[in-house]
């Protein structure tokens, strides 16, 4: 159940009621009261903030109760989380400071002159001399956000400003938001080629499926920095680098297991296509009207190359009837799909990850008592696959090679060296991916993106660190 915190501003009247009885209210309606400030005191009334933690289901119930008590008057509701998205959680601040007219005179006209001809003459110095080789794009048309589906671009704002925030705080990387107010395939394309001049990378993120296979495919093509569908390669590189660590766990063989994916939508392709590229030849990936199969006919492009993948099963029937015997499930579909039945026909040793938000695909206390290793997308359980780990030290990596694109090599090698970091001496059942503050993740994934993109010819830039 998702929690939050909200902060309630209430006066008193001395005679009729005390903190107490706001306490008490507060308690009965399913609150946790976690602070208490005094904003004005006085002798027959006095007014207070107070902080409690609530159920998000039960924070309406807690706000009636207030209110119903005689001697509390409810002046304000504050939630923190609103509080901390107020006026936007970024902004641009300049790196040089224009203090005279000297300064100003180098920075803009007439001394900015001389940068842009020299642009100009030689584009490949706008790396050096423009924000583009530290700049990466957030794009979104809002089609797909988190679990709430279709908001569109405004709604989707604060998630793109929280991903540029997380760019900058854990790689140096500037990110900016940019929110197209259309879902037109081809708009989308054409526009973000036109803003790219300034942008070292693109992050592509909750653009629904299947548009976003064909938007980033053809970005990729047709633009000359990397192009990233978070919402697809940072859940497969994330979900490998897991898997590996969770094979460690079990004493299993990538190559021995048999492995179901449910849910083929973005993250699922992605995740089956990693998953083959890492080892597994026993796959079966599985949606709503049940397994994809090897042979079968589908309208769908990346179905179809499933389908001709010698390592996908050929045997159809629904996730209820497959799961029999399977070594790991990864489930990006929608909660609760699976059952404790389910996952006790499993093989011995199994590992479940479930990963739709907000309620994963099968509850930790359904699960746990068949299956060895269990991991979510969730904070409040062991095991968070996140994609934090994933898309700053990705594209720290990039810029800081001016890779042409992130190939699957680069992505495979970024999922490595996620596993890597979470040493034999600590890795267990509830510690197979490391926490999304560990300050080896960019170090080590920047590493292997850059040493990967050399290998396989995208890099434009050798980094000092590598020479």
Known sequence: MAQSSIILRVELEHRLATFGDVASVISRAGGDVSSIDLIRPGKDSSVRDITVDVAD?????????????????????????????????????????????DDLSKVYTPGVAKVCAAIAQDEKKAYSLTIKRNTVAVVS?????????????HAAAPVMEGKAML???????????????????????RTVKAISPIFGGINLEDISSPRCFEIENRLAEELDVPVFHDDQHGTAVVVVAGLLNALKVVGKRIDQVRVI??????????????????GVTRLVPVDRDGAIVRGGDYSHPVWQWLAEKEEVESTAGTLQELIAGADVFVGVSRGRVLTSEDVRRMNADSIV????????????????PYVKVYATGRSDYPNQLNNVLVFPGVFRGALDCRARRINEPMKLAAARAIASVVTGAELNEQYIIPSLFNEQVVSKVRHAIVETAILTGEARR??????
């Open 57 to 101: 289901t039960e924070e309406a119930a807690i706000v009636e109760a207030v209110k119903k008590q005689e001697g509390i008057t409810l002046i304000n509701v504050s939630d923190r989380t609103f509080l901390a998205h107020l006026g936007g959680k970024i902004s641009v601040q300049p790196t040089v400071p224009i203090k005279n007219r």
């Open 141 to 153: 048309d809002g089609s797909a956000v988190l679990g709430l589906g279709d908001i569109g671009p």
């Open 167 to 189: 760019f900058k705080q854990l790689a140096g990387v500037d990110a900016f938001p940019i929110c197209l107010d259309t879902q037109d395939t081809e708009e989308i394309i």
């Open 261 to 278: 994916v449910n849910g083929i939508g973005a993250a699922g392709s992605s995740i089956c296509k990693m998953l083959i590229a890492a």
């Open 353 to 368: 990850f479930a990963m739709a938000n907000p309620d994963p695909e099968i509850s930790p206390e359904d699960a746990l």
């Open 462 to 467: 050798i980094p000092p660190d590598f020479r």
